[in-house]
């Protein structure tokens, strides 16, 4: 069955980096798009970029772009979110999500991991 | 703000109907096939519930339906069940970046 695997939480200083990764299982990793997903406590989904594992291209969302990194490790399976210049306001849950097809809808989602940044 | 407009919350009794709405425009939700709805429980990942505007994925019960009209998408919970109760969020594929956008979720209570 298919599988997120997301890496465990992390605690960072104001204006550090952090990367996060993602491991697949049960598909063919190189054939789907991966997108990451922001969610601050208590608050919604925010859609920050994705990646066509395939290809290696990527877009982001204007919120992020210059700010965060994602690539992808084909040979281990794997996707990697790297965000930087962190502030309080990046305190939040990030979440891996498999495309369904080309259709920017998402089937299967990693279980997240908590970036906290505090000083 | 979120660029998908829903209600912050819902509430309905065990058996009854309820429908959330998520408001867009022609540059995603009006002009885009591909509006999905997930839930999420707290504590928990979003899991996908409606695709393609109103599909239904494996294994989500009939009693979740999704609809659009113009701007505006909806998702109808029919038979409420205690484990309904949940956040839901709608999405949809906008023509330019951000190419993805989310509604900003709505509490659904289960009275």
């Known amino acids: 069955q298919v599988q997120l695997v997301q890496s465990g939480a992390e605690v960072k200083k104001p204006g550090a980096s952090v990367k996060v990764s993602c491991k697949a299982s049960?598909?063919?990793?190189?054939?789907?798009?991966l997108h990451w997903v922001r969610q601050a406590p208590g608050q919604g989904l925010e859609w920050m970029g994705w990646?066509?594992?395939?290809?290696?291209?990527?877009k982001y969302s204007p919120k992020f772009q210059g700010r965060v990194t994602i690539t992808g490790d084909t040979s281990a399976n794997t996707a990697y979110m790297e965000l930087s210049s962190l502030t309080s306001e990046d305190t939040a849950m990030f979440l891996c999500?498999?495309?369904?097809?080309?259709?920017?809808?998402?089937?299967?989602w990693g279980q997240g991991t908590l970036v906290t940044v505090s000083s | 703000q979120s660029a998908l407009t829903q209600p912050r919350s819902v509430s309905g009794s065990p058996g009854q109907s309820v429908t959330i709405s998520c408001t867009g425009t022609?540059?995603?939700?009006?002009?885009?096939?591909?509006v999905s709805w997930y839930q999420q429980h707290p504590g928990e990942a979003p899991k996908f519930m409606i695709y393609?505007?109103?599909e239904r994925p494996s294994g989500v019960p009939d009693r979740f339906s999704g609809s659009k009209s113009g701007n505006t998408a909806s998702l109808t919970i029919s038979g409420l069940q205690a484990e309904d109760e949940a956040d839901y969020y709608c999405?949809?594929?906008?023509?330019?970046?951000?190419?993805?956008?989310f509604g900003g979720g709505t509490r659904l209570t289960v009275l």
């Open positions: 049960g598909y063919t990793f190189t054939e789907y798009t």
């Open positions: 999500a498999k495309e369904v097809g080309p259709t920017r809808q998402f089937d299967y």
């Open positions: 999405c949809s594929y906008a023509g330019s970046n951000p190419y993805v956008v």
């Open positions: 990646i066509n594992v395939g290809k290696g291209d990527t």
């Open positions: 022609s540059s995603d939700v009006g002009g885009s096939n591909y």
């Open positions: 393609d505007v109103s």
